[in-house]
């Protein structure tokens, strides 16, 4: 088995096996662009390196031996040697960008001898040595985890003891002297010396970047992107190029295009002597890219060339980082680059029209979550108007954040323990230890760092809102405060507003809006529309959802629950009476009085929606919900029933009575139907009166009633019976006629199980993937989130199964369940309507399978249009 | 499609479509015995007029008048002449007997001209009018449901004006006015007058029969006996023959021998000159059989042909209705003859030693569930006879009980110290901190809860009696009080008796008897082990339950739950320290206090079985179980933890954070084993510690743990893991080698469906029936019981998911756990462990789809071990 591959031997489709950024040096090497030299570990080669309890094997180690030797022949250098000696870097490189890793080592090769002899070679010890500590103390920190602090305090002691400001003044034998501090704090650490032998870093190394693929991080960040923790990580080892050699060298990164708004014109920064890592820490501030045209006309004419290649060749916008070491260019790396939504749109819709790719390939560039971007509000205008601009930095991710402000991930995650909402984060510069917390804010404010810092990146990606480098404010995070230029001071839990749009940061709540639907993303949605088979419906309860909706594209509610419409102040008494009936013909009285308002509901649904189908969710949740929690409600609950002091008791031993062991699987969903008829036969006189006035106001309309949790054909039957026959009474009634619909939610287990005898007696089914989630795993969304973190935590789940859906599990029961139900009804409507429709990886599910439509929440639907266009483009390009 | 058959047309092969009773006649009528003949309307017919909204169909009617038609040609006799009358009977007629049902309506046929003519015909114009007399009342009651009562009172107040005490004395005038009377009240009644039209009479009585088929009674009944509601009922009409027609006439019922001890000597009863009516009611007393013999001696010697002929022909004892007209002998039917299990067992061993049948014929002549009467005690005949039923609950546990009540499980555990005998416990329902208290009585009483309730489940397993839902009586605990509906009151220390085969309480001491286990039993059940295939195991926590279990016939433990290990009072206190602690410092320094309990329970279970496997279940329910309830025991927790006053609270918290909305699918099984890893290294050390000494002292041990809740491979490998290594560092410490097995209980959906990756890892699999019907149905047990009521009215379910597996739902996903992990592990250990592993149509199932062996609670495995032993018979028989 192949474990290692030179750069020369690989191409850009072995992401599985090189990941990304290995095949892409593999890919930038076949096509003969200047790239240092190198090879690729495997990702087989880290999962061998877990199967075999953490230890590397021996025929890996063989590989890297040999692909070494092959590389020290073809650069003439030598790993150890004194005089020209190799020097490497090591990074990871998993089939996808990981924040969350280990990121690079560089300078790798290095010990007292062989800077001793380089020294000589390249008559610049100060540059030889500062490589040297540099090299002591990542190795420290990414492959030994001993605190970066010791060291950066060595280093600033020194600069004290020195008296200088800057690390530049520092001087060689300064330098010389640090590497030797070092060697000693590294000693302290480790009980042992620094690994003088070269091929020990290296190997030490490449374990230290596998071992990252398991930290907690990286898992964090799995989970989130749902990343299987089986795909293991890659390990470059490449020639060192330097940046940082000398006033003709430097380091930088660029887009081929704005990564912000999309704009077609090269977009980067870079720093002149300097090492990549001095670009991203934020520690200079670096110069725009077009200024390199100026300083070194050469090398940015064809680095410039070299960008519309790649664009070209990837059929993308390429993100890069470049060095230049002595006036020569070499490229270090080239991906697709991360952009905004807008960006994202226009550089799909721009390439389209230029003939460059194809719409189809256009709808797969883009991320159906990042379309939550566009989807966000905005601040108003109004508030903008009287609002006062405290503090501006780079508008690094758009949209609007207002909210509490916290200093600390740790903060954040406490408060929205605590139930707060509207959180955002505040801090000096984020590291990947901040994914959880950027994950569970509105907005994101950084005092350092540029639009390529990992906050930028990060928060991109996230589609949150994001201000970056306001560094007029001061952060003291010990006291949780920020101070403003003028000496404003904001504590912990004070109110902001950021936009990210613009970079400017308010110091007060603001108010939001909807964004505007602008022309490329209507361009791009309907190209979505042409290609989809999906249907695309929405969960909306009340009309203001219903429009939404339809605003962002919905052909239809797949389900309104009608849970919501008992809670209303006018019909919670009545609903209460009804529960705590002991006749029918009580219930029956207290019904009526609620009638009109669930009549008045759903015909005002039925006029939104103008003819689109609309699912209607009878009453699911258990009475119990629904009642007195306080005796003061009991009691007033008492007095409107008119009752005596000894009826209390009763009523009190009624709500006791009501209570349930386990809710969830307790008196509910057309259990409650099959236990007190009248209240599915009142639901269906006001949604049969309702679509009859509507009807008679010119609309068309065609309600879809929907039974919840059923398990059994003849529950089914026996509900469908009353909804049928009530239906029928009414219709009679007003000598009118009226085409509906009954069907059912599937949503227990034994439902999908039984789904062709069920199928046979319902016109629809709607998959309740929510609940189905829950019983088929056996455990409550409510109870589950006190364990689940464990099991994240131990690698037992990979992604949250009520977030995408379980296809191993949940997934098989679905597919059972449309697969029966098909075979004794070709053409019974099948959708979905659990939180799954509006997630992508599920949603290609739902295609595969083969289903009509899924339904989700009004704000994913564009989410979920562009998610069912690219299941479609990739079924067909399975095919 | 044929919906009427003449007897001559049918056979005993035929009992789907014709009923048992349908089958048996035109049986009879096949072998040449005397019936009187007549027609059957299929089950068929029955489902058709249900279909058609309970109305006869014309083509049913069309060949009910053909089959009519035929009799009257056969006979000489013509429905409604005035000469020669054909009078009919009418039955219902189920596959199997239904008590539930409508029974006999005779004399059909008679009007005001028949009875005149048919008086002047037979010259016993007295007779006729009797016969009339009974008619109208029979189909005032039973077809048109009007209050039998009225008519009775008409009957005696006429007995009173005339002067007279006894029926016979009434004069046929007599019988002509009561015709009269009857005629009124029926066109009170009816507000019609009585149909003359004897076809009318026929097709009334017909419908009548259908209707009955869905009587509450019938339903009730049906599903006590998991008889589907689909099957339908047949109704045979046949001519009539008068045991009350002279001094030569008579009727009876018999047994081939006898039904209660199973002594092969005919057996039975007749009355002269009388309906087979009044045999049954009870107001004569029958004459024993064998004097038959000197009053007609003719006849008897016929009869006891025909008796041996049955007996022969069915393979079984019959049991048999005769009526004797005019010297003239009649079969009117016969069916298998119901007996007690004593009797069942010596029929079944005498009847293979006689050759007449083979052991497999005679294990299929028990019903399982028939064994219970062996295996229990029972109250002595006598006492029964003078005692007095005070209230009537749920037959949940069978067996009798008589001694002191208590109230509390405290009292209970006083009671024992101070050396009192024959304890019963009352309870309002029962928790499992009441399991010592009910470990230590003799019988349980609940007020609430149903038959598969706490009480009753627990009850079950360690076989003792217990009534259930004993809603008449008022417990107060705190008075310690029993009191009846009719006022009386029982105190603490009073003597009751319960009988839990029947759910009769009694207000007194009862004489019991232990059940024998004589010689016919064991042979009886040596054959059930020679032809089973599928293993046997028991349910059993404790040494005494294993001893019982053994007793029984048990192979091995198939289910030892650990959760009650930890109540006792010695271990739930550092369990609770346990479960509050906040450190895994702390949780380690209370789990090795539980430690040594542990090992001694394993070991002392392990020397019982002597080598048998043994599964032991890591704990399963959820930590708030064993939390205190009261302030007092939370003080107590607090004073043994040294805490001060703010860590109270601080406790209190902890004790509130472990709440959860749905315990039965929250933080529980293997979830807790993923949290509190130390649980289950403390647990595994136990057993293979508990092991180690028990193999040391010679026996052969092979211990089997068993992880609960699985529903993914990733998971089981995790606890797994925790298992293994902890085996492992155990036997390294004691420089020992020891055989363990590791497997898992497949009770979540999820693991049936994913059972193929699960069993690459698993030594075993049981299958945990009870919670994967409560997930697959999504409802919980405890909740269930309020709704599932409401079904069974409804007729949607037929019977209950939790007594026998449902396998339409449920049965699917074992059957497909089954396959997909045998095909991965060909030879992996399958069986199941639910309540369903006692029930015999469970076993059957479990025989199906091939399972290794059921594990059920001690006292069912007799039961069980037929059941086995049947379910191979049918397999046999079926290839």
């Known amino acids: 088995m192949k474990y290692v591959y030179a750069f020369h031997e690989g191409n850009k489709d072995m992401k599985n096996l090189l990941g990304g950024k290995g095949a892409n040096l593999a890919e930038m090497t076949a096509i003969g662009l200047p790239v240092p030299q190198g090879f690729t570990i495997t990702t087989d080669a880290c999962l061998k390196y877990y199967d075999e309890q953490e230890t590397l094997n021996g025929e890996v180690i063989t590989q890297i031996k040999e692909k070494l030797q092959e590389l020290e022949q073809k650069s003439g250098k030598k790993l150890g040697d004194t005089n020209n000696p190799l020097l490497l870097s090591v990074r990871s490189g998993a089939q996808v960008s990981m924040p969350g890793m280990m990121d690079t080592i560089l300078n790798l090769g290095m010990n007292d001898e062989v800077a001793a002899g380089f020294a000589i070679s ?114 470059n080892v490449q020639e060192m190029v330097y940046g940082n050699k000398n006033d003709m060298s430097g380091t930088g990164v660029a887009f081929t295009r704005n990564p912000a708004t999309g704009e077609d014109r090269l977009y980067g920064e870079y720093l002149m002597n300097a090492q990549g890592e001095d670009v991203v820490a934020g520690i200079r501030t670096p110069k725009s890219i077009e200024t390199l045209q100026e ?52 550089i799909a819709v721009d390439m389209v029209n230029a003939g460059k790719i194809t719409k189809e390939e256009a709808l797969l560039k883009i991320q159906p979550e990042q379309l939550n971007q566009l989807l966000h509000p905005n601040f108003t205008q109004e508030s903008l108007e009287s609002a006062q601009v405290i503090a501006e930095g780079l508008a690094a991710s758009p949209g609007a954040a207002t909210g509490k402000i916290y200093f600390t991930t740790e903060d954040v995650i406490d408060a929205d323990a605590r139930g707060e909402k509207d959180l955002l984060l505040i801090r000096g510069e984020t590291s990947p230890e901040d994914i959880e917390g950027m994950n569970l804010v509105h907005g994101i404010l950084t005092v350092r760092g540029g639009m390529t810092s990992h906050a930028a990146v990060v928060a991109r990606g996230m589609g949150t809102c994001c201000v970056c480098g306001c560094d007029s404010i001061t952060v003291d995070e010990a006291s949780k405060t920020l101070t403003t230029k003028d000496g404003a001071v904001f504590h912990e839990g004070d109110y902001m507003s950021f ?41 909306a309860d009340t009309p203001k959802d219903a429009k939404q909706a339809r605003k962002f594209g919905a052909e239809g509610i797949g389900l309104c629950r009608t849970e919501h419409m008992f809670f209303d102040e006018a019909r919670l008494l009545p609903f209460r009476q009804m529960i705590v009936a002991d006749t029918e013909e009580k219930r029956k009285v207290a019904l009526d009085k609620i009638l009109p308002f669930q009549r008045d509901d759903f015909a005002e649904l039925f006029r939104v929606m103008e003819g689109d189908p609309v699912i209607i969710r009878f009453l699911d949740p258990p009475l119990h919900e629904f009642l007195p929690h306080t005796e003061e409600e009991v009691k007033e609950l008492a007095i409107s029933l008119d009752m005596t002091f000894e009826n209390m008791e009763h009523l009190r031993n009624r709500i006791a009575d009501l209570k349930e062991f386990n809710p969830m699987m307790g008196h ?46 003849k529950e089914y039957l026996y509900v469908k019976n009353l909804v049928c026959q009530t239906a029928e009474e009414v219709l009679k009634e007003k000598e009118a006629s009226l085409n509906y619909l009954v069907g059912t939610m599937i949503e227990v287990p034994r439902a999908t199980i039984t789904a062709d005898e069920i199928a046979k007696e319902a016109d629809f089914f709607s998959f309740g993937t929510n609940d189905l989630t829950q019983m088929t795993y056996g455990f409550s969304r409510d109870d589950a989130s006190k364990f689940l973190q464990d099991y994240y935590k131990e690698n037992i789940f990979d992604f949250d199964p009520f977030a995408t859906i379980d296809q191993k599990g949940v997934g098989v029961l679905l597919e059972l369940g449309t697969r029966m139900s098909r075979r004794v009804k070709r053409d019974i409507s099948l959708g979905i309507c659990g939180e799954h429709g509006g997630d992508p990886q599920s949603i290609e599910f739902c295609n595969k399978i083969g289903l009509d439509y899924v339904s989700c929440s009004p704000y994913r639907v564009p989410v979920a249009r562009l998610a069912a266009a690219q299941a479609s483009i990739r079924e067909k390009s399975n095919k």
């Open 499 to 539: 936009d990210g749009s613009t970079g400017r940061v308010y110091g007060e709540q603001l108010a939001t809006m909807e964004p505007e639907i602008f022309g490329d993303f209507e361009t791009f949605m309907d190209w979505a529309d042409e290609i989809r088979r999906l249907g695309i419906r929405a969960n």
């Open 668 to 713: 509910r969903g057309c259990r409650l139907a099959v236990t007190y008829p009248e209240i599915a036969r009142m639901q269906t006189r006001a949604v049969i009166e309702a679509a009859l006035i509507v009807q008679e106001e010119g609309y068309f309309v065609k309600p879809e009633i929907m039974i919840p949790l059923i398990g059994d054909k």
């Open 122 to 235: 390249t008559g610049n010890p100060r540059f030889v040595y500062d490589n040297y500590r540099r090299l002591i103390q990542m190795f420290a920190d990414v492959v030994m985890g001993f605190p970066k602090s010791s060291f950066e305090y060595l280093f600033d002691k020194m600069k004290v003891e020195k008296g200088v400001a800057l690390d530049s003044e520092l001087t060689t034998d300064d330098l010389k002297e640090i590497v030797g501090i070092y060697k000693q704090e590294y000693l302290k650490n480790a009980g042992a010396p620094f690994p003088e032998d070269p091929e020990v870093q290296l190997l030490e190394a490449v374990k230290a970047v596998f071992r990252s693929w398991n930290n907690e991080r990286a898992i964090t960040y799995r989970k989130l992107n749902h990343i299987p923790s089986e795909w293991g990580t890659a390990v």
């Open 295 to 346: 300083i070194m006309p050469e090398c940015y004419r064809e680095f410039s060339h070299i960008c519309r290649l790649l664009e070209d060749h990837y059929k993308d916008m390429q993100d890069m980082e470049f060095t230049i070491e002595d006036g020569h260019l070499f490229m270090l790396q080239t991906r697709n680059g991360k952009r905004t939504a807008k960006a994202a749109i226009k």
